[in-house]
């Protein structure tokens, strides 16, 4: 029984990613090749695999262009150029894919076309310093940002601040060319000046969200096979609080049912030591100890890109079995959960969430199973 719902689990949170992948989602939305020049230019952690599609879907067509994604999120391409950086944190690497991507939409005309694919990840990926911050400065705000549990849309907006390229920038440079941005949306609320920091965003501009955190959930309800609640697509706040809050719904519902949700979640470290584990471990942590053994709920959670946080894992799994499974190895889930050492805790059962890299992002997952 525990296998069979671990199982059934696995199956909705491979639903809702494979609703987000490039190859499904681009072609439905791409523009056809313009009389003119085509450009693609891009950046995210699905970037790559975008760029593949958009391939795929134009044949023969005349085009170029160059994009960034996250180091081992690469794919084959043809024509366009798939450059390489680091995530959440920027390296030079990041700099130059800026300057290289801007340098691909210079010098265009009114009848020329550009093709924007922006994913989730490009904040860190697009790292062009603006006039009086370098390069190390970016990285001293990022670091800061990602330890302080800021919402992504605060973040977001201190890095436009801080950039040479987003939050429009990139945009302005492709004029007079015709733009489109197609992209994959990772921000609670779906807002294109927030996704990837709005490189491509303005206003009246042609931006089409191809895939949403909503769109995910709805893909991984349909798979469920039971009756299905989804709690919202846009949830923040603390891992460890909504785990608590999510647990106390769980334990009031009546079974069969699946309690879906997606959102960004962050993760306070403080001042304290810290041990392994990103936002989908530190929530199911805090929901398995809260729930305390309860018989009847199995739950999920994982970034949908594949990478909880800057682990190689996407998240992991908990049963009516993992507290005792834990003390049996002489694990305290309580207190990995207040050293945020959740990787380990998980390791160490056995029950990590390994999907490798997904090639799209549309955040995280969430399944709770009552039976």
Known sequence: MEDNK???????????????NPALCVPAYLPPPSPGRNIVIGAGKAAAAMAAALEAAWGDADYE??????????????????LQAAHPVPDEASAAAAHEILAAVRNLSPQDQVVAL??????????????????????????????????????????KALSGI??????????????????ISDVPGDDPAIIGSGPT???????????????????????AGMPVEILGDALEGEAAELGRAHAALALRAKGPKLLLSGGETSVSIGAGPAGRGGRNMEYLLSLAVTLNSAANIWALAGDSDGIDGTEDAAGA????????????????AADFLVRHDSYNFFAALGDLLVTGPTLTNVNDIRAILIA
Not at 119 to 143: E, Q
């Open 118 to 159: 922006i994913s989730g990840g490009a904040s860190a990926l697009l790292a062009l310093p603006a006039p009086g911050v370098t390069l190390a400065d970016k990285i001293l705000v990022n670091k800061a940002l990602l330890a302080s549990g800021a919402p992504i849309s605060t973040m977001n907006r201190i890095r």
């Open 201 to 223: 965003w303005a206003e009246g501009a042609d931006y089409r969200l191809i895939a949403t955190p909503m769109m995910a959930l709805q893909a991984a309800a349909r798979e």
């Open 166 to 183: 987003k939050g429009g920038k990139l945009a302005a440079a492709c004029a007079p060319a015709r733009l489109i941005t197609l992209a």
């Open 65 to 82: 262009g160059v994009v960034v994604t996250r180091y081992g999120h690469a794919v084959p391409t043809q024509r366009i150029k798939v």
């Open 6 to 20: 671990r199982l059934i689990l696995r199956r909705i949170f491979g639903a809702a990613t494979a609703a987000a």
């Open 317 to 332: 799994l908990i049963g009516p079995d993992t507290l005792a499974r834990a003390a049996a190895l002489g694990l305290d």
